[in-house]
């Protein structure tokens, strides 16, 4: 079985901790009533981390 992009790379685990850390936050934000601008912060960090996730894994297909 050969190794895949998830199991193997560090930039895929740092997209994927910056998608559940967006999320966490949103979370965070809307239970303790937070400022309104840390949502769209929230939703914006777990896109860079969408983007991260997805970055990683055309360069790791093209190699």
């Not at 997209?15 to 009533?33: N, P, R, Y």
């Not at 860079?48 to 360069?59: D, S, T």
């Amino acid at each position: 079985m050969r190794p895949s992009y998830l199991t193997r790379s560090r930039l895929a685990w740092a997209g994927i901790a910056l998608i559940a850390a967006g999320f966490a936050l949103k979370a965070v934000a809307g239970a303790l009533g937070l400022a309104a601008w840390t949502v769209p912060v929230a939703y914006f960090v777990a896109l860079a981390g969408a983007g991260v996730l997805f970055v990683g894994w055309v360069r790791w297909r093209s190699v």
